[in-house]
Each structure stands twice: as structure tokens, then as C-alpha cells.
């Protein structure tokens, strides 16, 4: 029995007969919806191109007279060993064997067959409804905000697949109380699209406006965690002002050029100009909206008859905490960023070799600006490579005689490769010597309080710059094997990114398929491909 798919024009006979090939016609001449549910890199949209086949047939692949070995959609013989080649996709899949523009060929381990692919079906077909999210800083908050409104709005899940859904359950496991812990927790809170040279990152509007969907929820809950709807892009240099008044001109809705006389007169600082970012661009006080967010996610789960628990747990990598996963959650989430490597959760030997990432120490200065000192600057943030960051005044809700202006900073922040970390007069003078052109005054005045830290995780620079390590994943760890996803190396974009990004995933986990990420981003698997 030879068994064959047919995609638009082309025909392509399995590479072998085989009993798994049968059952897989069996499946999929039942319900084209396996191709939904197996872990496959083949797009969604290919079901309206694709119908499957079998025809009696005593020929193998060799002898098949339509495809001779020198066709150009087939892999050379050592390829079709090493890789065990058995269809093609009309719609480019993107894997790593893709070949030629017009498709991509897809092997059984594609298909998640490497082992017993049936018992995987079975489990994929299963409804989603208890998920556990390591991590709960920016992305991991993110997800389970995504999972909850999803579920609720009925958007993300089993519709359309005759599966029912039971309530979802979220556990998010953290080593900290929320919004104490992690790399997201001593973030600068400067939001905006731009890169240091003023250049719109990818995805930026898009990330900006969800990012403030989120902004605009936790602040119902934390009034507090918006400090400012602005800030200001400070030109130290001739560069820097072309670079920063062709943003003006690209982007006026949310940049505006000021000349250096402005900046003095409403900063106080000697510069040649800066943009204010607004429209959306805003200081946000993390750990605040952190809390915000958390309790959004408690209120959403108490609106669509779901659950959603903050388990303090230090989850590390080994074979007893992946048991724990297994045998109590559907779906593991894994979005503690540098936490992923330093606790060893992949199971899959060195995590560095793993994931195409660094781990980067960031420190930062907390400053105190005295009472009687005049604070020229006022309350606003600045952004010029280092940034000026002021924190919430703290002061009682009733107090509204009090003036509103900022008494402690945050100067920001190191980048720290190596292993062995600075010490703080270390800290303090690459801050000073970096930040101190465009605000002498609070290096003058202020006193430094104390040092903070937190250890990001960056991914490695590709055609779009530093994105985010998202997907599912897969190990070669007998004991890790269960369904896994990610959302990591966010890095200094955490705030940016974590909305758009965060939302995708949950749609994809909801509906247990990693193709609905090529939706939104053609390239979302580039991280695979880089390993």
C-alpha cells in the first residue's frame, strides 16, 4: 500500500509503506483536523489546499515513474535517509529541511511520530485545562492575563473542534512573591517601540498598543504603577540628532522634537535636543503593575469560572520537579527567563547550548534627591543609552496637597557579560560618568541609596534584532518529554514585548497548535533553526 498526499497539482508518494501510514490515512480520512492537532510545522491554512489519498500499489519510492531522483522537489538519497522523508507541503512550513520556494518537505519526526505517534494524538486531542506557568515576572503574567481572556472571550481553545472544555486552571510558580523577584522587578519602566537609534523595532506599534491594553487593566488594580504618559529621548551628539529628528518625522503621532533650549528650560539639561515620546509611551513603576496584573488575572479567572493560583516554588530542572509537571498539569510554560538556565529546567544537557541566548547582569543605582533640593527635572524620565527613571512618591492616596514631584531615581543600568560581578563603586562610576551630562544636578544633590540587580536573559541578534525565544519545545530528555512551551529572552524589551508576544502564545497553547504563531510572526521559529 502506497499512501500519498495531494496538494494543489503535485503528488508525492510516501517514502515507505508502513502500518503508522495507514492508521495516519485512516486519521486523516476521518478528520483533516490532525493536522491541527499533531505537533507539525505545517500552517492551518494548507487544510483548504490538501486532501489525502491512498492508492494499491506494489512500487516504492525509487521506482515511482513520476518522481525521478533528479526531481527538483526531492532531496538528495543521503537527505532522504538521514531525515526519512515522506511528504511535502504546498505551503511552505518553514522547518529546517525546507527546500526550493514552492514548499517544504516534513519527515514522521515533524509529524511527532518518532515514537508512538498514536498515544500522542490522543493526548493532543485532549482539551487544555490545567496549565502551569514557571515564571511570574512580565512574560509569564502575560500568558496567564492571554490564557484567561481568551478562554473567557471564547476566542482561544477548542471551538470549531467538537472538543468540550472543562474550566482553566493556572498555577504560576515563582520562587518570589509577586512582583519581588526576577529581572522584571527592577526594570527601568521606560515603554516605548524605538532602538537606541531611534529606529522602530519590529513589531513596535503593534507591541505598544497591547502592551497598553495590559497598562491600562493593572492600572484599574495598582492606580499607582503609571508614573508618567512620557518621556524623554535625550541627542548628547550630531548623530544622535539626526537620528532622533528622523524618528520625529517617521513617527509624529508619538514623537515630537525639542529643540535644546526646550529640554534646558523644562530639564535643566545641556543637551542639543531630545524627543518627547508620548502616545502611548509611558514610565511604568514594574513591581506595581506587576501586582496590578496578577490581580487582573485573579479577577478575569473569577469571570470566566477558571482558577489561577501563585505557588511560591523554586522549580528546578531535574527529574523529580518534571514528574511533578507531568502527572499535575496539561501544558508547562516556561517564562522565567534567566531562571531557565540557572536552574537547569530543560533537562537537555548545557542550557546555553540549548537556547541561542546570553545571560546579561544588569545594575542599577537607586538615588534620594534631599527634600530641600531643587529638582529641576521634576518627576520626568530620561532615556540616553542610560536611563533616568524617578519612582513612585509613595505617598498616602488622601494627600493631594503634597507636591508631585519625585524624591528617588533609578539610574540605569549595567551590562554585565562576564561572570564575576562589579562591585558598587564600580557601578556608581560607569552610571556617573554615563548619565551625568544630562542630569548633573541629581549627581550633584542626590545620594545614592542603594545598588539593585537582576540577571536578564538576551537572545542572539538576528534579522530583526534581539526577539523573543517563543514555541514550543522539544527535548531529547527521556524524562522531559510532555508538552512544553516558551516564552524567554525578552531582555531590556520586557515591556514592550511581553503583551503582543504573551497573547500569541496563549492562543497557540490554548489551541495546542504552534503553527497559529506563523500567523503573526513568519519567523517565530528562528531560534529552532539557530540552536
Given at each position: ?16 509503506s508502513c502500518s503508522r501510514a495507514l492508521l495516519l490515512a485512516m486519521q486523516l480520512t476521518a478528520s483533516l483536523h490532525y493536522l491541527h492537532c499533531v505537533y507539525a510545522g505545517i500552517p492551518s491554512q ?395 544636578r541629581l549627581w550633584d544633590r542626590g545620594v545614592v541609596e542603594r545598588i539593585i540587580t537582576g540577571v536578564r536573559m538576551q537572545s542572539n541578534r538576528g534579522k530583526f534584532g534581539r526577539m523573543p525565544i517563543i514555541g514550543r519545545l522539544e527535548s531529547s530528555c527521556e524524562n522531559d518529554q510532555f508538552n512544553k512551551w516558551i516564552l524567554a529572552g525578552l531582555s531590556s524589551r520586557g515591556l ?36
Amino acid at each position: 500500500m502506497t499512501h500519498q498526499f495531494v496538494l494543489s497539482s503535485v503528488a508525492i508518494p510516501c517514502r515507505t509503506s508502513c502500518s503508522r501510514a495507514l492508521l495516519l490515512a485512516m486519521q486523516l480520512t476521518a478528520s483533516l483536523h490532525y493536522l491541527h492537532c499533531v505537533y507539525a510545522g505545517i500552517p492551518s491554512q494548507i487544510h483548504r489546499y490538501c486532501t489525502f489519498a491512498t492508492r494499491k500499489s506494489t512500487l516504492n519510492l525509487r521506482s515511482y515513474h513520476t518522481f525521478p531522483a533528479a526531481h527538483p522537489f526531492w532531496p538528495s538519497a543521503s537527505s532522504r535517509e538521514s531525515s526519512a522523508i515522506v511528504g511535502f507541503v504546498y505551503k511552505p512550513c518553514h522547518d529546517r529541511r525546507t527546500t526550493g520556494k514552492h514548499g517544504a518537505f516534513f519527515s514522521w519526526k515533524t509529524l511527532g511520530c518518532s515514537s508512538d505517534w498514536t498515544e500522542n494524538y490522543t493526548k493532543l486531542k485532549q482539551p487544555i485545562n490545567n496549565v502551569a506557568v514557571i515564571g511570574g515576572g512580565l512574560a509569564g503574567l502575560s500568558v496567564a492575563y492571554h490564557l484567561l481572556d481568551l478562554r473567557r472571550t471564547g476566542s482561544g481553545g477548542n471551538e470549531g473542534t467538537g472538543i468540550a472544555y472543562n474550566p482553566l486552571h493556572i498555577t504560576i510558580y515563582d520562587k518570589s512573591r509577586v512582583g519581588e523577584g526576577g529581572a522584571s522587578a527592577v526594570a527601568g519602566g521606560l515603554q516605548h517601540p524605538f532602538s537606541p537609534k531611534g529606529k522602530l523595532i519590529h513589531f513596535g506599534m503593534q507591541a505598544l498598543e497591547q502592551s497598553n491594553r495590559l497598562v491600562q487593566i493593572a492600572t484599574r488594580h495598582q492606580p499607582s504603577c503609571l508614573i508618567k504618559p512620557h518621556l524623554y529621548r535625550i541627542a548628547l551628539s550630531e548623530v544622535n540628532v539626526k537620528q532622533l529628528q528622523d524618528t520625529a518625522m517617521k513617527y509624529p503621532q508619538i514623537a515630537t522634537w525639542m529643540s535644546k533650549e526646550e529640554i534646558y528650560g523644562l530639564l535643566g539639561a545641556d543637551t542639543l535636543g531630545g524627543l518627547k515620546l508620548g502616545g502611548g509611551c509611558q514610565v511604568i513603576d514594574v513591581p506595581s503593575y506587576l501586582k496590578g496584573l496578577w490581580e487582573a488575572c485573579e479577577a478575569r479567572a473569577n469571570e470566566c469560572n477558571c482558577s489561577i493560583s501563585w505557588e511560591q516554588r523554586e522549580i528546578v530542572g531535574d527529574c523529580h520537579n518534571a514528574q511533578f509537571l507531568k502527572n499535575n498539569h496539561d501544558v508547562v510554560i516556561l517564562a522565567a527567563g534567566a531562571g531557565i538556565v540557572h536552574d537547569k529546567m530543560l533537562l537537555d544537557g548545557e542550557d546555553d547550548n540549548v537556547l541561542p541566548i546570553q545571560l546579561v547582569r544588569g545594575q542599577a543605582i537607586v538615588m534620594d534627591l534631599p527634600q530641600e533640593s531643587d529638582a529641576v527635572f521634576g518627576s520626568e524620565a530620561l532615556l540616553c543609552g542610560k536611563y533616568v527613571s524617578p519612582l513612585p512618591n509613595n505617598k498616602p492616596e488622601n494627600d493631594v496637597h503634597t507636591e508631585s514631584i519625585a524624591r528617588k531615581f533609578v539610574i540605569g543600568a549595567t551590562h554585565e557579560f562576564h561572570s564575576f560581578k562589579l562591585d558598587q563603586s564600580q557601578v556608581i562610576e560607569e552610571m556617573r560618568k554615563r548619565s551625568y551630562p544630562f542630569v548633573p544636578r541629581l549627581w550633584d544633590r542626590g545620594v545614592v541609596e542603594r545598588i539593585i540587580t537582576g540577571v536578564r536573559m538576551q537572545s542572539n541578534r538576528g534579522k530583526f534584532g534581539r526577539m523573543p525565544i517563543i514555541g514550543r519545545l522539544e527535548s531529547s530528555c527521556e524524562n522531559d518529554q510532555f508538552n512544553k512551551w516558551i516564552l524567554a529572552g525578552l531582555s531590556s524589551r520586557g515591556l514592550i514585548y511581553h503583551g503582543i508576544f504573551g497573547r500569541w502564545l496563549a492562543e497557540a497553547v490554548l489551541r495546542n497548535d504552534e503553527t497559529l504563531l506563523r500567523q503573526h510572526f513568519e519567523e517565530f521559529d528562528w531560534w529552532k533553526q539557530k540552536k
